[in-house]
T-cell receptor, first 115, second 116 residues
Framework: GQQLNQSPQSMFIQEGEDVSMNCTSS?????WLWYKQDPGEGPVLLIA?????ELTSNGRLTAQFGITRKDSFLNISASIPSDVGIYFC???????????????FGQGTTLQVKP | EAGVTQSPTHLIKTRGQQATLRCSPI?????VYWYQQALGLGLQFLLW???????NRGNFPPRFSGRQFPNYSSELNVNALELEDSALYLC???????????????FGDGTRLSIL
């Protein structure tokens, strides 16, 4: 089936450190999205990427759409305690010019930050 | 601007019963998506509705169904509930201007469905 491999599965870091996580797939994607989910809440969109090679920032967050269109990474610089949560990558597989509406999600990266 | 709202927050049912979950999209969004987030399985795509029509469905049995109303709100119905249906059900909405639109999906906080 269609899968996104997200790594690492979890991270425990010191406040102020930089964080990097990534997602890879065997399929070509035309959209990559990064979400953060806090306990008891739904995923919140952090960054959306639409073109191969695109590099986009949102404050301390930076994400890139891989050149091969099969991968994406998210970096968080100078982490703070409120960065704690589960980060998900999600993507839309390219199927011609059609929109299937379906997002495929990675399994998530659980981030813990030690003050 | 109000985000995606879902109700109820929690729902407790027993095996064999039927559950109805509701979702109101962000104002101006015409597409509604449903996902299941079961423990350890990540988010799995269930259904996509746009302009009142079902546009796509994921790999779930027919007892998972839904509909979209003229005001773009949506219901997810799950019949003959099974224990493994226990999960967080998330609704998302987006703009869809054309068949190739890649507008991002914005999520609500979900309905926690527990089957006893």
């Amino acid at each position: 089936g269609q899968q996104l491999n997200q790594s690492p599965q979890s991270m425990f870091i010191q406040e102020g450190e930089d964080v990097s996580m990534n997602c890879t797939s065997s399929s070509i994607f035309n959209t990559w999205l990064w979400y953060k989910q806090d306990p008891g809440e739904g995923p919140v969109l952090l960054i959306a990427l639409y073109k191969a090679g695109e590099l986009t920032s949102n404050g301390r967050l930076t994400a890139q759409f891989g050149i091969t269109r099969k991968d994406s990474f998210l970096n968080i610089s100078a982490s703070i305690p409120s960065d704690v949560g589960i980060y998900f990558c999600a993507g839309r597989i390219a199927i011609g010019s059609s929109n299937t509406g379906k997002l495929i999600f990675g399994q998530g990266t659980t981030l813990q930050v030690k003050p | 601007e109000a985000g995606v709202t879902q109700s109820p927050t929690h729902l407790i049912k027993t095996r064999g019963q039927q559950a109805t979950l509701r979702c109101s999209p962000i104002s101006g969004h015409t597409s509604v998506y449903w996902y299941q987030q079961a423990l350890g399985l990540g988010l799995q795509f269930l259904l996509w509705y746009d302009e009142g029509e079902e546009r796509n469905r994921g790999n779930f049995p027919p007892r998972f169904s839904g509909r979209q109303f003229p005001n773009y709100s949506s219901e997810l119905n799950v019949n003959a509930l099974e224990l493994e249906d226990s999960a967080l059900y998330l609704c998302a909405s987006s703009l869809v201007r054309d068949s190739v639109s890649n507008q991002p999906q914005h999520f609500g906080d979900g309905t926690r469905l527990s089957i006893l």
